[in-house]
């Protein structure tokens, strides 16, 4: 860091389990991924190039590279899976990614009805050669999923071989874990963190407000994911309570200047004090 910050909370190093931080590239050029790395790798995890943006996406192997060199591993979107799987075209999906050296996958059913055994050998058969990130939930609006469901997918998932679940929520966070206003279904959250480790689950969370809640929540190290490229600086002062929204959720309120500490109650006339 460029200066010396005391009680700050304490963020894991890469590489990471937890606090780990999901960029979605939605069709950066490669000299605004090199832009983007320059301030952004430090707290980027891992880039995801948004559903099938990597069909059209130019200079994709030059791309691809940049990220490499930086360090930052990448996955295609899972829509991509998607579209290839309607398709029946399973094992040129698996070429592609021998292909353009790829080392995670994602397996979702979003934009499809694909009958979640047969998800779940995908997840199988992909994680002999990947690492595997599953999603759970729907792109469709309309299309609530109970919480039991929503856990009993997430865990078969990584039983199936998935190293994270990740919970949707589209690039715009408006569906899934998210009403259309964007409000978390905080129940279903809660819910799901009584049966699936925490440090398991990948939130997608585009939205400031959403990223806060689940800071707020989970702590500085809750893994959080769709974070545009232009916002993973502003995302990691939030996790250290450098933004108005977290400012005082991590320090030691005892230890502050004292101008800044609580005011404690005290026997001054008109208050009520015990009778004895």
Known sequence: MNYNLSQLPERTEKPREQGFTMVMDKGLSVRETEDFLEVGAPYTDIVKL????????????????????????????????????????????????????????EVSDGSIDLNHDRKLDYIRELAKDVKVLSEVG??????IIPPYK????????????????????????NVGLFRSTGE????????????????????????????????KLLGPNVNLGNIAPNE?????????????????????????SEDFRPEKPTGRPGTSMPRG
């Open 232 to 256: 993973i600086v502003s995302l990691e002062t939030i996790r250290l309570g450098l933004r108005g929204d977290t400012f005082t959720d991590f320090l030691d309120m005892d230890n502050v």
């Open 50 to 105: 948004g559903w099938a943006t990597s069909y059209v996406t130019p200079n994709l192997k030059r791309k691809l590279a940049v990220y490499k060199e930086a360090g930052i591993p990448v996955y295609f979107g899972g829509t991509l899976f998607e579209a290839f799987i309607i398709r029946n075209q399973f094992d040129d999906y698996r070429r592609l990614l021998s292909e353009f050296g790829m080392e995670y996958a």
């Open 184 to 215: 978390v279904r905080s129940g279903l959250v809660e819910e799901i963190l009584t049966q699936i480790p925490f440090e398991k689950i990948l939130w997608e969370a585009p939205q400031k407000a959403q990223q806060v809640w689940f800071i």
């Open 150 to 173: 929503w856990i009993s997918q997430m865990k078969t998932e990584l039983e199936a071989g998935a190293i994270k679940v990740i919970g949707e929520a589209r690039e715009a966070g």
């Open 138 to 143: 729907s792109k469709d609006a309309e299309k």
